[in-house]
């Protein structure tokens, strides 16, 4: 329905996973989060999105609602009931993706945190690829 809409206004499909969504696949695979013509914000952080929130001037009943993300539960909170502190899970993931040793960043965010995020870049990792096909 989003990409009918998008064409009969000649538009296109804004997607907005955002990376911290991206890496730890709390997002529905095919869904309005996934499946977009562009991704404007996959390149951020959720702890970044809420910086350039505050220096944009949004609003702050936007920057501080706790929205319920219905793709992934709908009585989840999506400001981080499913990771913890967004700021903690971000740095672990930047760690991960830059080779931070896994023994660092358990040293400083703990093993089980770190564990926990890991399992969930894990599990979900087919979420970020090419569907497969027979051709």
């Excluded at 702890?47 to 929130?53: D, F, G, I, P």
């Excluded at 023994?103 to 870049?121: C, D, H, K, S, V």
């Amino acid at each position: 329905m989003l990409y009918r809409e998008a064409e009969r206004m000649l538009g296109m499909v804004v997607g907005a996973a955002n990376r911290t969504e991206w890496l730890t696949g709390t997002f529905t695979q095919f869904g309005c989060d996934h499946i977009a013509d562009v991704m404007p914000i996959l390149h951020l952080y959720r702890s970044q999105l809420e910086v350039l929130a505050t220096h944009l001037h949004l609003p702050e009943e936007i920057r501080k609602k706790k929205t319920a993300d219905p793709d992934v539960l709908p009585s989840l909170d999506n400001k981080g009931g499913l990771l913890g502190s967004f700021e903690i899970a971000d740095q672990i993931l930047w760690g991960i993706e830059n080779d931070i040793p896994a023994a660092e960043l358990a040293m400083r965010f703990g093993q089980e945190r770190t564990l926990y995020i890991r399992t969930l870049m894990r599990k979900s990792a087919y979420y970020r690829e090419t569907p497969y096909s027979l051709i």
